[in-house]
């Protein structure tokens, strides 16, 4: 069972950073895909980034040139490096990896969510 542990959320003042990090149970490269989403209140949960087996990076709208997915492969680490804050950036943030098997299944492993509040 893959397991995949979120750290680095904490409380931010609007215009400053916060790293996230998602470190997984075995090697990233075995996941077509990871990805964070968030939630936040009143809405479903939204794709923030993601980034392919291959390393190419996609970005939501409103965070694309303010956010940056990244990894380190060795480490087993996706991070989330979040500038620029706004206090519609607080939410629950989750990291997701998603797999497919030889039946063509996928199949999505999440993170426990980890808060991120960006507030004056």
């Known amino acids: 069972q893959v397991q995949l542990v979120e750290s680095g959320g904490g409380v931010v003042q609007p215009g400053g950073s916060l790293r996230l990090s998602c470190t997984a149970s075995?090697?990233?490269?075995?996941?077509?895909?990871m990805a964070w989403y968030r939630r936040t209140p009143g809405k479903e949960r939204e794709l923030v980034a993601d980034i392919s087996r291959g390393g190419s990076p996609g970005y939501w709208a409103p965070v694309k040139g303010r956010f940056i997915i990244s990894r380190d492969v060795a480490k087993n680490t996706m991070y989330l490096q979040m500038n620029s804050l706004k206090p519609e950036d607080t939410g629950v943030y989750y990291c997701k990896a998603q797999t497919t098997d030889s039946w063509e299944t996928e199949y999505d492993y999440w993170g426990q969510g980890i808060q991120v509040t960006v507030s004056s």
């Open positions: 075995e090697s990233i490269l075995s996941f077509d895909e």
